[in-house]
């Protein structure tokens, strides 16, 4: 079984920074592309960035400049480090990852969510 657990929410003003982390655990035999992805209430979920398992990384033009995702691939954990929160940035983050618990079986799986809310 493979989990994964976010930590680093909160409450922070505008302006203000957070830095999200997450880390695979469990029967894990490779981790491959990771990411982060966030829904705001009444909103549908949306990514905010990926990265691969050799580092290449993706952005949604509306973080673009203020977020940057990095990895650990040693520790298995993946980081969002976020500047120049906006309110608009409210929202719960959820961790992914496409993992492999053997050679041949790999799924993506999600984490519980960490709730951001960042306060004008």
């Known amino acids: 079984q493979v989990q994964l657990v976010e930590s680093g929410g909160g409450l922070v003003q505008a302006g203000g920074s957070l830095r999200l982390s997450c880390v695979v655990s469990?029967?894990?035999?490779?981790?491959?592309?990771m990411g982060w992805y966030r829904q705001a209430p009444g909103k549908p979920r949306e990514s905010v960035a990926t990265?691969?398992?050799?580092?290449?990384?993706n952005y949604a033009d509306f973080v673009k400049g203020r977020f940057t995702i990095s990895r650990d691939n040693a520790k298995n954990m993946v980081y969002l480090q976020m500047n120049s929160l906006k309110p608009d940035d409210t929202a719960v983050y959820y961790c992914?990852?496409?993992?492999?618990?053997?050679?041949?079986?790999?799924?993506?799986?999600w984490g519980q969510g960490t709730q951001v809310t960042v306060s004008p």
């Open positions: 992914t990852a496409n993992a492999q618990s053997t050679v041949l079986f790999k799924r993506d799986y």
């Open positions: 990265i691969s398992s050799s580092g290449v990384t």
């Open positions: 469990g029967s894990v035999f490779r981790v491959n592309a």
